[in-house]
């Protein structure tokens, strides 16, 4: 059945949502104020989806993949960028009103001038000679020839290896600061030298070639086993002055010019001058490290120990001798460092901190804690559990990942 119906507002994956007699209808690839003829593909009891048979009035935008309505790398290229900028405030303002039940300052998300080719770190499946992207929800392989969120040499690099190598999947990382590519071929079975050879001398600021052996038939991408197959298992990089050291298996923020924002505003958020600081679910250490010469003593907490024989590494290289670094996981290791602490940082993965961690902020009344977050729905639910004692004063979302539809955000919570 066809319906014509105006976009109003969102779903929190980015599909319009417009509706007919009130009832709500979520239509892909369409933004505020577009006016649409829609077809319904799927019923449910209280919504349906539709897709878009004719525009009537048209505020989104042609994207300018055009892969992008088949691959499942970004999904709101369709609306311009401001628009994208609007959705993810508003996103974050409905989600955090709604599971974190606080009315505080929704700040507007900060967005990039340029926002394409950002992600310094690419994964591309291969399956002989196709390489591409996963089309949306499958493990299909979309056969993309071009990628506008890609940095355009490591996806140069993805094309050259199709058909010279048998492989199921290519991790590529580059430097911001500087050309440095590294390139991890996972394989089921060991590779030669030789194709680290042709491709170093395809592109000579390759600085690694790791082989890593994924004999598995599991979704997880690496392996176990890796051999360096040229150069060392590490490349270096710059963020806000420092300078880091990165290896294959390290988190790392994958786009710099807005991490360096990110961190600018995690900085800048509390007064660090003569704090003791904790930065947990530390990484390779580049929170801590950005903030060590402005506090007085930083601990650093990470689970990966190849992260934090890297964060270790990382304070060496810059000079920084007021941090320690604490392998394990947040919740249990901040119990013995926390007494004397003033400030906690945190950046956990997407399912956020958890409960035995906030306790221990309830438990030892830290003041002020500043939650970095990619995952706004486990943010509001953490900033639901701190509620009866810490107040939000704001949220400044970040735009790390433009086209799709994550959003960064930095909170800050004081003890009431
Ligand atoms: C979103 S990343 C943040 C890393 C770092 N702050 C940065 O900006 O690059 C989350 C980090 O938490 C680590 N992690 C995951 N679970 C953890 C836990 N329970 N305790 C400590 N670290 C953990 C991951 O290995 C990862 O390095």
């Given at each position: 059945m066809k319906h014509i119906l105006e976009i109003i507002d969102y779903t929190y994956d980015g599909l319009g949502i417009g509706k007919v007699d009130g009832f709500p209808i979520f239509v892909s690839y369409a933004g505020v104020g577009d006016v649409v003829e829609v077809e319904i593909t799927k019923m449910k009891k209280n919504l349906a989806f539709a897709k878009v048979m004719k525009f009537y009035e048209k505020k989104s935008v042609k994207p300018i993949c055009k892969d992008f309505y088949q691959c499942g790398g970004c999904h709101i290229m369709h609306l311009p960028y401001e628009e994208q900028l609007r959705f993810k405030t508003n996103h974050v303002a409905n989600t955090v009103k709604r599971i974190g039940k606080v009315d505080t300052e929704i700040r507007d998300t900060l967005g990039m001038k340029t926002p394409y080719h950002y992600r310094n770190k690419l994964i591309m499946p291969y399956d002989g000679a196709l390489a591409g992207l996963y089309k949306k929800g499958t493990h299909d392989i979309v056969d993309v020839k071009d990628c506008y969120i890609l940095n355009e040499q490591a996806f140069q690099i993805t094309q050259f290896l199709r058909g010279k190598v048998d492989i199921r999947n290519v991790l590529i990382r580059n430097a911001y600061k500087n050309d440095s590519i590294m390139v991890v071929l996972i394989s089921k079975e060991s590779l030669q030298r030789e194709i680290a050879e042709q491709l170093v001398s395809e592109?000579?600021?390759?600085v690694s070639v790791i082989n890593n052996i994924n004999d598995q038939n599991t979704n997880v991408i690496l392996g176990k086993n890796s051999t360096v197959?040229?150069?060392?298992?590490e490349y270096e990089d710059e963020l806000l002055g420092n300078r880091y050291k990165i290896n294959h298996r390290s988190f790392y923020q994958v786009n710099i010019p807005q991490t360096e924002i990110l961190y600018k505003e995690a900085i800048q958020a509390?007064?660090?001058?003569?704090k003791v600081v904790v930065d947990a679910y530390c990484g390779i250490g580049t929170i801590g490290l950005s903030f060590a010469k402005d506090a007085e003593y930083v601990y650093g907490i990470e689970i990966n120990p190849d992260s934090i024989i890297a964060a270790n590494e990382n304070a060496k290289l810059n000079g920084i001798d007021n941090i320690s670094f604490i392998e394990g996981k947040s919740e249990e290791k901040i119990q013995s460092i926390i007494e004397g602490v003033d400030v906690v940082i945190t950046d956990p993965p997407r399912k956020g901190c958890g409960e035995p961690f906030l306790q221990s902020l309830i438990d030892n009344r830290i003041k002020e804690v500043v939650y970095v977050s990619c995952n706004v729905s486990t943010l509001a639910r953490d900033i639901e559990y701190l509620n009866e004692y810490y107040s939000v004063e704001y949220v400044q979302p970040v735009d790390m990942f433009p086209h799709t539809y994550h959003v960064e955000c930095v909170a800050k919570l004081i003890w009431k």
């Open positions: 592109y000579p600021n390759i197959l040229y150069g060392e298992d509390v007064d660090l001058k003569d």
